[in-house]
């Protein structure tokens, strides 16, 4: 009896495995016949990892891209010594079985830049030119809304003040959309004129317009490029948001160090996506339906809060969005899906930046994490905290205030930077 039991048990495990993978191979005989850019991807051969000209840096290593279903000119550097960002762990994550993608391939198509300069900030060559010589490291272009008036305010008295800026070699431009109120229209020349940092656009600005506003900047910034006609080096383009907090010395000591003189195409990240999915929940702030974007996974890409780009590719990118299909996302559309329309770009991920932090962490825990950068989620009083912090590893008397801070929040002694 007990054995027919044992038997009949058996039997019903053998019909649910055959069940599923039936079910299993119909669904991926599916996936395939609807989307003909299906390919398979073959595990990893860490023997396939390649050195990048681009430093003898001893904690990044690359790899060609193929390995993620994109273009094979394209490759991908992230950092060796942190285990949370190792390449390897990407690779295992996204290769560790054979796998099948639907990557939608660049769509080629004309469109046509209506778009047209409501305010330039009255920024020209004497503003951009740090102490009206030298070429500047970064030129920050920090998308904005036009109501945002605070968060500006904030970005100014905070990480982008002249002080801040002049010491980094640095310039920081407002990039805004319009807005349908004529007072908040005129508060903007009004606020353009008094700081010289604003250039506005005539599309109305909502997140739907995001790729809009991005080539924008980028249509700006190239015409910027006849300030430097007789320099010997270019800025790197840096973009980021008016709620987000950076450590602009930290950003500047890295490159001083590694990377002076970065080569053609890189783009550097404070993190790099891999994988990532295209949100199909119609109630996420996200969502992208088939039809704006038929693949079911991004490109790699760089997170939109912070990244930096060699000088090349400000004229490059902006052609490029000319010529291939739009996505309103704006980061996926011109670090992800451009990029690997045209090929031959390196990606290096920041160290210890991924992941980017928000204001659910504390100040304190910024700095022992070693982050660059803060997101604060259009909170322009936190900003004050985590600025705070950031000039505390410079400044005596910022880290006095920052460890007071600390103690009467917690009611412990940050010993941060005594050791």
Not at 124 to 142: D, E, G, K, M
Not at 249 to 254: I, K, P, Q, R
Request: glycine residues 4%; hydrophobic residues 40%; proline residues 4%.
């Amino acid at each position: 009896m007990l054995a027919r039991k044992k038997i009949i048990l058996l039997s019903f495990a053998i019909a649910f495995v055959v069940f599923y993978s039936l079910i299993y191979t119909i669904t991926r005989l599916t996936v395939q016949h609807r989307d003909l850019s299906v390919r398979k991807v073959e595990p990893a051969k860490y023997s396939d990892f390649v050195p990048v000209g681009l430093s003898t840096l001893p904690f990044l290593e690359c790899r060609s891209r193929n390995a993620f279903a994109s273009r094979l000119d394209v490759q991908l550097c992230v950092l060796r010594s942190n285990d949370a960002n190792s390449l390897e762990r990407h690779l295992r994550n996204a290769t560790n079985q054979t796998q099948v993608y639907i990557v939608q391939q660049p769509e080629r198509v004309s469109n046509e830049d209506k778009t047209k300069l409501l305010t330039d900030g009255f920024i020209s060559c004497q503003v951009v030119l740090v102490n009206n010589a030298s070429v500047p490291r970064f030129i920050i272009y920090t998308h904005s809304a036009a109501q945002n008036v605070k968060l500006r305010q904030k970005v100014r008295e905070t990480w982008a003040s002249r002080e801040v800026l002049q010491r980094n070699r640095a310039v920081n431009i407002f990039v805004l959309g319009s807005s349908l109120s004529q007072t908040i229209q005129a508060n903007v020349l009004s606020e353009s004129r008094a700081y010289h940092d604003i250039i506005q656009g005539d599309f109305i600005d909502s997140y739907r317009n995001l790729t809009l506003k991005h080539r924008f900047a980028l249509k700006f910034l190239q015409n910027l490029t006849s300030c430097f006609i007789d320099a010997t080096s270019y800025p790197l383009a840096f973009k980021t948001d008016d709620d987000v907090v950076l450590d602009l010395d930290a950003f500047t000591g890295f490159f001083l160090r590694f990377h002076a003189s970065p080569p053609p195409r890189t783009f550097f990240c404070a993190n790099v996506l891999i994988n990532e999915l295209a949100p199909r929940d119609p109630f996420f702030k996200w969502y992208v339906a088939e039809e704006e974007y038929a693949g079911a996974v991004y490109p790699p890409y760089c997170y939109g809060n912070a990244y930096l780009f060699t000088w090349d590719m400000v004229g490059t990118l902006y052609e490029e969005s000319l010529r291939v299909k739009e996505l309103w996302v704006d980061d996926v559309y011109f670090s992800g899906i451009l990029t690997s329309s045209f090929g031959k770009v390196i990606f290096v991920e920041l160290p210890f930046q991924s992941p980017i932090v928000n204001i659910a962490t504390n100040p304190e825990d910024v700095l022992r994490m070693g982050k660059w950068l803060v997101h604060t989620w259009g909170n322009d009083e936190a900003s004050d905290d985590y600025w705070i912090g950031f000039q505390a590893k410079r400044s005596l008397t910022a880290r006095a205030v920052f460890k007071a801070s600390v103690k009467h929040r917690t009611g412990e002694t940050f010993d941060y930077f005594s050791t």
